[in-house]
């Protein structure tokens, strides 16, 4: 038992941006199509986080062309660049899977207003963008080591 707790220690993310359910998200993530890599965005509201640890996900949910779309993000996935709070929202519930029902300003969520939540946003965005900063430099001096030649 202990020996599977080390192994999930090892691969938790060294910082995760803290946003909770009913908050609207914007997740940069990294699609590889081939030998290319780009970076979707996908914004949505916060229905739920389950599970704790390396097993971590949240579920993001948002309308396309009329058509509810949900998708599901592990937290610690080497593919999520960052997570950006665009809105904090104000819920009463831990799942809000109510929201899948729900038409035109039904589907709302309220919104928590004043300068904490300003700041709180400020400081989780800027912490995100340093630490996806972070996790590009550690990808681009892995991939040079890879490309230098060894001494045999």
Known sequence: MDLIKAIEEGQKRPYTTEFNVGD????????????????????GVVLCIKNSGARKTFTVRK??????????????SPRIVKVEIVRVGKVRRSKLYYLRDKIGKGKKVKEKLGGEVANFIAQQNKNAEAAAHAAEEAI?????????????
Request: glycine share 6%; net charge neutral; proline share 4%.
């Open 24 to 43: 609207t998200v914007k997740v940069y993530f990294k699609i590889i199509e081939g030998k290319t890599e780009r970076i979707q965005v996908y914004e």
């Open 63 to 76: 309308e396309s062309y009329g058509v509810g779309v949900e998708r599901v993000f592990p937290v610690n």
């Open 140 to 152: 681009k001096a892995e991939k040079a080591a890879e490309h230098t030649p060894k001494a045999e």
